[in-house]
């Protein structure tokens, strides 16, 4: 899939199925069994039948307002 500057990122994609909103700020992903907090979720309500991208690609884009980029990214043999 092709981010916001036009490259071509690793992403995954969170689903709330839930009635009700949910507050991801403070989540953390990893790529890392030995860093289970590698980066944390910013402020984000993700409301009910929402998903969310988030983009797996070293820009480390924490801004909630705008599209979220992790600080890693993953690797082909899978993380």
Known sequence: ????EKSYEDWLELHNPG???????GWSL??????LRKWTIPPVELGAGQYLV?????KNRIDAT???????KLS????
Do not use: Q
């Not at 009635?19 to 700020?25: F, H, K, S």
């Not at 705008?66 to 890693?72: G, S």
């Not at 082909?76 to 993380?79: E, P, S, T, Y």
């Open 19 to 25: 009635t009700t909103a949910v507050n991801l700020g």
């Open 76 to 79: 082909g043999g899978g993380d």
């Open 66 to 72: 705008a599209p979220l980029h992790t600080n890693f």
């Open 1 to 4: 899939m092709v981010d916001e």
């Open 30 to 35: 990893t790529d890392s069994p030995a860093n």
């Open 54 to 58: 988030i983009w797996c690609s070293e």
